[in-house]
């Protein structure tokens, strides 16, 4: 159970375009979501919280309007990179949790690779 | 504060010996403090996790993890090394009112056949 799919997998985009990452939870509902940014060899970095049917809560430094995240139901929250640059080239991983309470363990989605040319 | 710290970026261990991966905590209220794994390419996977209770906490895959508070670490543990385990690992911390999951930056856990 608490399978959390991400789709896609890798992604290749020319600089300027947009890119939209999906984020579902197969077998639960996740009123909560979490977007991660991970370089190579380095920690998840938090970008956002992603709350179902209201705005997203962004970490310092985050540009919202750069990663547009948008949580319509209880099983699919998306980012969006918008206007995409070669720095933006990351490996992005989402997570949720199948308990409200805060010391429930994340389950994870298996990234996506992009890569902006 | 809560934060981790994983003060080692790299591990090698023979395979079938027993393997530590070393975890320490900065001290603020009740640590909540995981474990988790991460394969090349992928998500992370949840191995355990320490709330309350027994100070040695059992997981997935034979991991285990002993909660030290007088020396405030939860260092990984398995009594025998698979290559298989080869892979990055990461500690992590939910801090009294934390509202997120702060990450340690990881320990590469190479086995050799």
């Known amino acids: 159970g608490a399978v959390v799919s991400q789709h896609p997998s890798w992604v290749i985009c020319k600089s300027g375009t947009s890119v939209k990452i999906e984020c579902r939870s197969l077998?639960?509902?996740?009123?909560?979501m979490f977007w991660y940014r991970q370089f190579p060899k380095q920690s998840l970095m938090l970008m956002a919280t992603?709350?179902?049917?209201?705005?997203?809560?962004?970490e310092q430094g985050v540009e919202k309007d750069k990663f547009l995240i948008n949580h319509a139901s209880l099983t699919l929250s998306t980012l969006t990179v918008t206007s995409a640059h070669p720095e933006d080239s990351s490996f992005y991983i989402c997570s949720a949790k199948t308990e409200s309470s805060y010391n429930s363990p994340l389950h994870f989605g298996n990234g996506t690779r992009l890569t902006v040319t | 504060a809560q934060s981790v710290a994983q003060p080692e970026d790299q591990v090698n261990v023979a395979e079938g010996n027993p393997l530590t991966v070393k975890c320490t905590y900065s001290v603020s209220g009740n640590p909540y403090l995981f474990w988790y794994v991460q394969y090349p390419n992928r998500g992370l996977q949840f191995l355990l996790k320490y709330i309350t209770g027994d100070n040695l906490v059992k997981g997935s895959y034979g991991f285990e993890a002993e909660f030290n508070k007088s020396q405030t670490s939860f260092h990984l543990k398995k009594p025998s090394a698979l290559v298989s385990d080869s892979a990055l690992y990461f500690c992590a911390d939910y801090g009294g009112s934390a509202r997120q999951l702060t990450f340690g930056s990881g320990t590469q856990l190479t086995v050799l056949p």
């Open positions: 077998d639960f509902q996740a009123t909560t």
């Open positions: 992603s709350n179902e049917g209201s705005k997203a809560t962004y």
